[in-house]
């Protein structure tokens, strides 16, 4: 997770999909740069493999009180997005970059998104591990 007031991938290198400005602030984060290893799609793990990890994007942004997350993704994660009833919003025009139809999306930081996906993709409990306590001594 980057945060927008730092440079990222979709001000910086792919700005063209959006058609405004580029979503930026503090409240927003940038996720460009997660994805599943090639040999792993399609595999039944796959669900649960994305769901793990974008419930983990969606609890640090909670705990960073983000509002919203945006990301440079092929098109077929923005179907995926919809299927856990999480609303991207496509920034801009497609483009085909090697071979694959990419998007500029922005997707709310919400409860709702979280607890859906979490129900969908069988992911139980919160993905990251705080212990606040441990933080607190080694502060």
């Given at each position: 997770?980057?945060p927008?007031?730092?440079?990222?991938l979709l001000?910086?290198v792919?700005?063209?999909?959006?058609n405004?400005?580029?979503?930026?602030?503090?409240?927003?984060?940038?996720s460009?740069?997660?994805?599943?290893a090639?040999?792993?799609r399609?595999?039944?793990?796959?669900?649960r493999?994305?769901?793990?990890?974008?419930?983990?994007?969606?609890?640090?942004?909670?705990?960073?009180?983000?509002?919203?997350?945006?990301?440079?993704?092929?098109t077929?994660?923005?179907?995926t997005?919809?299927?856990?009833?999480?609303?991207p919003?496509?920034?801009?025009?497609?483009?085909?970059?090697?071979?694959?139809?990419?998007?500029?999306?922005?997707?709310?930081?919400?409860?709702?998104a979280?607890?859906?996906?979490?129900?969908?993709?069988?992911?139980?409990d919160p993905?990251?591990?705080?212990?606040?306590?441990s933080?607190?001594?080694?502060?």
């Amino acid at each position: 997770m980057i945060p927008t007031t730092e440079p990222h991938l979709l001000a910086d290198v792919f700005p063209h999909l959006c058609n405004g400005p580029v979503p930026r602030g503090p409240a927003i984060f940038e996720s460009s740069r997660s994805c599943i290893a090639p040999e792993s799609r399609g595999r039944e793990e796959l669900g649960r493999i994305w769901g793990e990890l974008t419930c983990a994007m969606l609890e640090y942004s909670m705990l960073r009180e983000a509002d919203a997350i945006t990301a440079v993704m092929e098109t077929r994660m923005v179907k995926t997005m919809c299927d856990v009833d999480w609303a991207p919003t496509i920034l801009g025009e497609t483009v085909v970059l090697r071979g694959a139809p990419i998007v500029g999306i922005s997707a709310p930081v919400d409860t709702r998104a979280l607890a859906n996906l979490r129900r969908q993709r069988q992911v139980p409990d919160p993905v990251l591990a705080i212990r606040f306590e441990s933080a607190a001594l080694a502060a």
